[in-house]
């Protein structure tokens, strides 16, 4: 089935089948390997992407149902070499280790900023559930997207 | 992790799909419990149609004193409608507690319902609000209440080709309260416990309990109901009827709770609903 997506302001389209799940979508045929495959079940959120303005894990989602969608990935964030505000946060308040969760938790928490202009710890962490990091036991993730919330208020 | 090879259509109105689903397709909603089973291959439908283009599906209307929520509307859509969380507040409190954000981002009232699965959340609400459930199939829409939608594990009165068109709450002005115990892994209910409470001159004029995770289907505590119905609402009133939320039922038991475990938890969180409700109520 032919497909036309719009991936970081460009235009895609290819021919799938409608087995295809979207992260193998990004991954392989627009290589996009920024967004990572972690569980493959729907858990950990290493997957997650923003479609039409809503985080979605895209390893439980076919690609044909993104047809004519605008998605964004971690590599459609940062413009013209300068760090999104959430990257930004995540670098300053080391919210990260070996990174891998990254990509998905940057993803999650511009939903959460975008919902939410100025989020409690408690907000965070219920918009930050479907996230699993193996790492840095959270708490520098919150202090990140409440620093990128801030910044984003100024 | 591959399905199996399948065909997929997406109609863009209700009655395309009607007519695909009648010739043996199976239905994709938000794909948040299917796609799942697909990749591991516990399902692996021949033909899926997708109900996400279908504009007439997706909507949340007040219609008469209720609310009329059609089948794709999902789980964000519920927990965040100004219509809903003022009008019903139970059913957005308990779509907040759906799963993780990307879930609800996807998922749909009306996959949920026709999953049924025994420790979904919005079966409890479903139950406690005394819900209908309009079905659409080939000879047109009948309407049958939750209590009797709701079947067995992942079984309901769906007939084959037949689909989930709206769920109808009402306007609803008592006191409410979802509380659940998540399973740590996957936020699906070990037991979620949906309550609702009127009060007029001091006394308790009507409760409704819906519980979920608990059995194979949701249910409603009636004798737990009727044990507070007429009483002040006070501590101990509260604690009698929550004690009568599990007597005689066949509890589920897995790795995550025992049978006992789990009628603890219910009559442990019955109470806990019931007190957050009972101070909501005029
Ligand atoms: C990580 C994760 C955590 C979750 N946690 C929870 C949780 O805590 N609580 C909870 O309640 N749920 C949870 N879920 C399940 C979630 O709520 C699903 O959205 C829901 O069970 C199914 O809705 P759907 O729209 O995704 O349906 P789909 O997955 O698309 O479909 C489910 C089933 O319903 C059928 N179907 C779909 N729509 C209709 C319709 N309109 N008419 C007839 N049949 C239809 C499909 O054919 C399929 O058999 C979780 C899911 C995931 C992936
Ligand atoms: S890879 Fe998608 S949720 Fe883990
Ligand atoms: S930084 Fe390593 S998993 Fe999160």
Redesign the pocket.
Known sequence: MKIHLTINGKNYSHDVEPRLLLIHYLRENAALTGSHVGCET??CGACTIELDGKAVKSC?MFAVQADGAKITTIEGLANDGKLHGVQEAFWNEHGLQCGFCTPGMIMASKQIIDRNHAPSDAEIRHGLE?NLCRCTGYQHIVNAVKAAAAAAGK | MFPQTFDYTAPTTLDEAVKLLGGGA???????????MMKLRLASPEHLVD?GRIKELNYIREESGALHIG?TAT?YAVESSPLVRTKCPLLAETAAA???VQ?RN???L???V??A?P????PAALQALEAKIVLRGAGGDRTVSAAEFFVDAFTTV?NEGE??REVIVPVDTSGVSYQKV?QPA????MVGIAARVKKAGGKVTEARIGVTGLTNSSFRATAAEKALEGTNGSAADIQKAAALVAQGSDANSDIHASADYRKHLAVVYTGRALIAAMGRAQ
């Not at chain 2, 909603?29 to 796609?35: C, K, N, P």
């Not at chain 2, 996957?186 to 209910?189: L, P, R």
């Open positions: 729907s858990l439980t479907g | 199976k239905a994709l909603a938000g794909g948040m419990s299917l796609i799942p109900l089948a789980h759906i799963g993780d879930v996807m998922g749909t009306g996959g949920a026709a999953h699965d420790s979904a959340d919005y769906l689909m989930v998540p996957s936020g699906f209910a």
